[in-house]
């Protein structure tokens, strides 16, 4: 299936933004452990891979919206993510 953008008519003229709810629950859960933070930056680099590669042609905006008071070690499991994402590091 395709992801759409982010931005999404919902009628009457109107326009909201929608988190892709796969990629915001990425780093939900216990990340204590090396290999489930490992494990976490590897499923969102592949989730987020996927998404680029359903059409590499099309630009889109995907929102990834975290849980609102994360753990430190879920913080540090998604600075690393994103670290990898800004370097194109699939």
């Known amino acids: 299936p ?3 953008t982010a931005a999404r008519p919902i009628g009457g003229g109107t326009t909201a933004v929608v988190a892709d709810h796969r990629l915001s ?3 939900d859960g216990s990340l204590l452990r090396a290999d489930a933070s490992t494990l976490a930056v590897q499923k969102f680099l592949a989730q987020t891979l996927t998404l680029n590669e359903q059409a590499p042609d099309n630009e889109r905006s995907i929102v990834v919206a ?3 008071m994360p753990t430190t070690a879920q913080a540090q499991t998604m600075a690393r993510a994103l670290e990898a994402l800004s ?3 699939w």
Do not use: L
């Open 2 to 4: 395709y992801t759409p």
């Open 25 to 27: 629950t990425a780093f």
């Open 66 to 68: 975290p849980q609102r």
């Open 87 to 89: 370097g194109n590091r």
